[in-house]
């Protein structure tokens, strides 16, 4: 048998299958994720580039001729006369970008910190678990608020431009390292007292290798359903912020920059500024979390 | 031979999964008879468990009886809705479990437990329960049992408590009482007294046992008869010291040999090769064939029924059949 | 005696069970201590095995760990080969490390379910750097061969394995680094008696063919006696009686020992009964006064509740208990 029909023959691949609910999400997550990948190949449009603009496109209707130019866009344009579905594309992108990079941060975070904490035990857990939970007791896009905030007080007036987006997907990630943290060491405190961990402190091997080599492997399943479900909070954290007008710069806006441009334009009649851009946002965290819930409960057939 | 009190015939118990359906309990037939202890052995995974809990419909799901008949006194009790079986369990069936914790709630006193039962099976006052109880408690060894009844479970040690768990199993006098691995989970010093509790308790009340262990030894100085469970079948029943003394089955013999004695002086043990199969690839003919140093042509491609061998013991093993074509 | 290989000497461990701080303050608790071991000496001679037997809370297990180094003791020595483990680091307790290895008892946790089974025996092999490469692969092949599995196996991960079969893994992860000296904690109780017989057997073999010097843990008398040469009897971790194997069950010295022989089912069907005993075993925060197993002793004398006995000799060993005073030796 070879590799790929034993993935497809595993009890993942199986649940996958008998689940409408998550093949239904991994085909929405996949049409968002895989244009917005591929945006600068496929997007009609290069909503970036100030000279591709024509202010006479603007305010299009989605899928009429524009009054002036008689150019048709699918979803419309909006008041610069940008096309709605390539800022969409391109918008997508910022955000899946930040979201994974974010979650990566606070998962590598988390993951070392956690393994800390569960592997030592004492003053150290306890420590770290203390300012876990001051972290828990704040909304998370308040600490990433905050955290963004003060960055930015420390980045030169030139630079914030340039690495805002850095500092955007370091104070999500700052936000949420708790949950990643707080799993790992629950298992690792299990994990750490099993005897196939004995047996590596028998021979003697040294702790750092037996925590990576013996039990890191061992408590990653649940870390990668927090991951899922985290992306999908780390694409809506950014939607806030950007939202708030703190995120992304305007040269480069994300679904959450889409969305607060089209607000002020709802109720002046041009409706499609905003809804295509939070359609497509709403779909990405929707599809992504319930991949998440779905996937947590086909690794942990006793939950539920 | 005194009434049949339960009669299990063919009894099949399945559990399908994606991969096809398991058996795990094939064609397995005994009866129980008022007042016997019937010890149930066999190695993890044989089935003895779960032929326990299909007689007191407490299979877990997917698990579900597939076939055959459970009868308590000719009346049959493996078709019955849920409430009707909830009526059996407890009334005239009572269970002792290997766990004491789980099977006491620790939220509840061991008063209110055990009245509980008492009221739910018996019509009688509260009060009258509650001195059934403290007799009850009396009677399985708790020490000031009349103080201590209105303890929590987990003031009781675990000797103390699987005393607890069989005046429970015990509170409503029911004719049978099922003890999975009873003792498995207690120190060998405390195993023995709560051994000789329900063997001397059973015995007063007239319940037959159905004692369902691992351990040959629990087995060889509690019951009367011993079936022997191998892959979900039936490989021997009959009288305990026939079985253990002059085991039939290729199986039981290998089984007896390997367990070590404080009598025995080889410096080996007898091994029987290889390990039971798993449920999935149970071999063709007798499931025993592939670990047996005596299979010969029609272990291989049949499967054999228990044969009435005398002294009211079955044997299910082709071994004895060819001997009987002979005669 | 000079061919010990292993020498304990007034052992003891203590766990602090105590409360939180907080609530020690808030409840006006003192701090709490369990005595698990409570000065243990013997000492294991090359090539023989030695059992530790007794009940949960006996402290059986807690001696093994702290043989292997696995948790440190509060007071007291333990020699391998005349070298404290003690104090001894770098490269002289990596040395002492290679000649040990312990097999324990739940093989379905000693295997790291996410490694080969190669890399889980070729382990020890890397880790003293005894051999690399295809080297390190055949010397795993020769192993598996060894226990009774095949070359192959290597490749398989350990669920695709059962039980007796995953506790010959672990025994050959444990002769991969050509020690002299094995801990077996419980190494059969998770197994069923079928699947027992056949590592014990193996472990006989292995000892033969090696010489391996073995410490055996177990609850179970009649394993025990199949396995051991010595044994010395646990009870709330203090050792109340060591005595030559075969003998000890013919005449055993000390009442808790006695005690737990007639609690051993009955297989043979001689018609002996056994013998309920009475009580349970109490609880080691406070254990009782004196000889810790006065209360449960049919022998206790007045004596027995305040003072605690001291070992002393016995025809086919060493037992504490006053009563053997009384009766000449």
């Known amino acids: 048998?070879?590799?790929?029909?034993?993935?497809?023959?595993?009890?993942?691949?199986?649940?996958?299958?008998?689940?409408?609910?998550?093949?239904?999400?991994?085909?929405?997550?996949?049409?968002?994720?895989?244009?917005?990948?591929?945006?600068?190949?496929?997007?009609?449009?290069?909503?970036?580039?100030?000279?591709?603009?024509?202010?006479?496109?603007?305010?299009?209707?989605?899928?009429?001729?524009?009054?002036?130019?008689?150019?048709?866009?699918?979803?419309?344009?909006?008041?610069?006369?940008?096309?709605?579905?390539?800022?969409?594309?391109?918008?997508?992108?910022?955000?899946?970008?930040?979201?994974?990079?974010?979650?990566?941060f606070g998962m590598i975070l988390g993951i070392g910190l956690g393994l800390m904490a569960g592997w030592r035990g004492g003053w150290v857990d306890s420590l770290l678990m203390r300012i876990a939970d001051v972290q828990m007791s704040f909304p998370s896009i308040l600490i990433a608020l905050l955290i963004f905030g003060v960055a930015r007080g420390f980045i030169p007036q030139d630079m914030r431009e340039e690495l805002a987006i850095w500092v955007l997907i370091v104070s999500i990630g700052l936000s949420e390292w708790v949950p990643f943290a707080r799993v790992v060491r629950g298992s690792t405190m299990v994990e750490k007292n099993k005897e196939y961990v004995q047996a590596a402190r028998v021979i003697g091997v040294h702790p750092a290798r037996i925590v990576v080599s013996h039990i890191l492997p061992n408590v990653l399943g649940p870390v990668l359903v927090i991951a899922t479900i985290h992306l999908?909070?780390?694409?809506?954290?950014?939607?806030?912020?950007?939202?708030?007008?703190?995120?992304?710069?305007?040269?480069?806006?994300?679904?959450?920059?889409?969305?607060?441009?089209?607000?002020?334009?709802?109720?002046?009649g041009e409706w499609w500024i905003l809804l295509f851009p939070s359609i497509a946002l709403l779909a990405l965290a929707l599809s992504v979390n319930l991949l998440g819930d779905w996937l947590r409960d086909a690794l942990n057939p006793r939950l539920r | 031979?005194?009434?049949?009190?339960?009669?299990?015939?063919?009894?099949?118990?399945?559990?399908?999964?994606?991969?096809?359906?398991?058996?795990?309990?094939?064609?397995?037939?005994?009866?129980?008879?008022?007042?016997?202890?019937?010890?149930?052995?066999?190695?993890?995974?044989?089935?003895?468990?779960?032929?326990?809990?299909?007689?007191?419909?407490?299979?877990?799901?997917?698990?579900?009886?597939?076939?055959?008949?459970?009868?308590?006194k000719g009346e049959r009790i493996d078709n019955l809705p849920p409430e009707g079986l909830r009526k059996i369990r407890g009334r005239r069936i009572g269970m002792v479990f290997q766990d004491p914790l789980t099977s006491l709630n620790p939220l509840y006193t061991i008063a209110q437990q055990l009245t509980e039962t008492i009221l739910t099976h018996m019509p009688v006052s509260k009060a009258e329960a509650r001195q059934r109880?403290?007799?009850?408690?009396?009677?399985?060894?708790?020490?000031?049992?009349?103080?201590?009844?209105?303890?929590?479970?987990?003031?009781?040690?675990?000797?103390?408590?699987?005393?607890?768990?069989?005046?429970?199993?015990?509170?409503?006098?029911?004719?049978?009482?099922?003890?999975?691995?009873?003792?498995?989970?207690?120190?060998?010093?405390?195993?023995?007294?709560?051994?000789?509790?329900?063997?001397?308790?059973?015995?007063?009340?007239?319940?037959?046992?159905?004692?369902i262990t691992h351990d040959m030894g629990v087995i060889a100085e509690t019951a009367d008869r011993v079936a022997v469970l191998y892959a979900g079948r039936l490989a021997e029943i009959g009288p305990v010291h026939d079985v253990i003394t002059r085991a039939e089955h290729p199986y039981t013999r290998g089984l007896m040999g390997s367990i070590p004695t404080l009598t025995q002086e080889s410096d080996r043990l007898v091994q029987i090769p290889g390990a039971?199969?798993?449920?999935?690839?149970?071999?063709?003919?007798c499931a025993f064939n592939p670990r047996c140093g005596d299979a010969f042509g029609r272990c291989y491609t049949e499967r054999p029924d228990p044969i009435d061998r005398p002294g009211g013991r079955q044997v299910a093993c082709w071994l004895y059949k060819k001997e009987m074509s002979h005669v | 005696m000079s061919d010990a290989l292993i020498r304990v000497e007034n052992l003891w461990r203590r766990f602090d069970v105590s409360k939180p701080w907080l609530n020690r303050v808030i409840e006006r608790e003192d701090r709490q201590f369990l005595t698990a071991v409570a000065d243990v000496n013997f000492e294991i001679r090359k090539g023989e095995t030695f059992a530790l037997v007794g009940e949960s809370g006996s402290g059986k297990s807690t001696i093994a760990k702290m043989v292997v180094g696995l948790i440190p003791a509060s007071s007291g020595r333990i020699l391998f080969d005349g070298t404290p483990m003690t104090g001894t680091v770098g490269a002289d307790m990596r040395a002492i490390r290679r000649r040990f290895q312990m097999i324990f008892q739940d093989p379905f946790a000693s295997l790291n379910p996410r490694w080969h089974v190669g890399d889980i025996i070729a382990e020890p092999i890397h880790t003293f750097g005894l051999a690399s490469g295809a080297d390190a692969a055949n010397q795993v092949g020769k192993l598996l061969d060894t226990v009774g599995l095949s070359a192959k196996d290597a490749e398989k991960y350990p669920h695709e394995f059962s039980g007796g079969q995953r506790q010959r893994i672990a025994i050959a992860r444990a002769l991969s680094s050509r020690p002299e000296f094995i801990v077996c904690d419980e190494p059969t109780s998770a197994l069923d008696v079928s699947v027992q017989a056949q590592i014990l057997n193996l472990m006989r073999d292995l000892q033969d063919e090696l010489g391996l010097t073995y410490l055996f843990i177990s609850h179970d008398l009649s394993v025990v006696r199949h396995m051991a040469n010595r044994i010395g009897v646990l009870y709330l971790g203090r050792l109340v009686e060591v005595s030559e194997g075969k003998s000890l069950f013919r005449q055993p010295q000390h009442p808790y020992t006695r005690m737990l022989l007639d609690a051993v089912p009955d297989l043979a069907m001689s018609g002996r009964r056994r013998k309920p005993v009475e009580g349970e075993i109490p609880n080691p925060i406070n254990p009782p006064s004196g000889c810790a197993f006065h209360p449960r002793c049919p022998v206790a004398m007045d004596r027995c509740k305040v003072e605690a006995p001291k070992d002393r000799e016995t025809p086919i060993g060493r037992a504490a208990c006053f009563a053997l005073e009384m009766q000449p030796a």
Not at chain 1, 46 to 74: I, Q, R, Y
Not at chain 2, 276 to 285: A, E
């Open chain 2, 133 to 211: 109880a403290i007799a009850l408690l009396d009677r399985v060894g708790i020490p000031a049992a009349a103080r201590r009844i209105d303890d929590y479970p987990h003031h009781f040690s675990g000797g103390m408590r699987q005393r607890v768990v069989i005046a429970l199993a015990l509170a409503a006098e029911p004719e049978l009482v099922i003890a999975d691995e009873p003792t498995t989970a207690l120190d060998v010093s405390v195993q023995a007294q709560i051994i000789d509790l329900i063997k001397e308790i059973c015995s007063e009340r007239g319940a037959a046992v159905m004692l």
């Open chain 1, 1 to 104: 048998m070879n590799a790929l029909a034993r993935a497809w023959d595993s009890d993942i691949a199986y649940s996958f299958r008998r689940s409408p609910v998550a093949i239904l999400a991994t085909v929405v997550a996949l049409a968002i994720i895989l244009p917005a990948i591929f945006a600068p190949w496929i997007a009609p449009y290069d909503p970036f580039n100030p000279a591709s603009l024509n202010l006479m496109d603007g305010f299009t209707p989605p899928g009429e001729p524009n009054a002036f130019t008689g150019n048709v866009f699918l979803l419309g344009t909006d008041n610069q006369g940008r096309d709605i579905l390539s800022a969409i594309l391109y918008g997508a992108r910022i955000s899946l970008f930040v979201g994974f990079s974010a979650v990566l």
């Open chain 1, 232 to 268: 999908a909070l780390a694409i809506i954290a950014e939607a806030t912020l950007s939202f708030l007008g703190v995120g992304v710069p305007p040269t480069q806006p994300s679904l959450g920059t889409l969305i607060r441009i089209g607000q002020g334009f709802l109720f002046s």
């Open chain 2, 1 to 72: 031979m005194a009434d049949v009190l339960l009669s299990v015939r063919d009894l099949v118990v399945e559990f399908p999964t994606r991969r096809g359906t398991l058996t795990a309990i094939n064609k397995v037939s005994f009866d129980i008879h008022a007042g016997e202890v019937l010890g149930v052995v066999g190695e993890s995974g044989a089935g003895k468990s779960l032929t326990g809990a299909a007689i007191i419909g407490l299979l877990e799901p997917p698990g579900r009886i597939a076939g055959g008949e459970i009868r308590l």
């Open chain 2, 276 to 285: 039971m199969p798993r449920l999935t690839s149970i071999p063709k003919g």
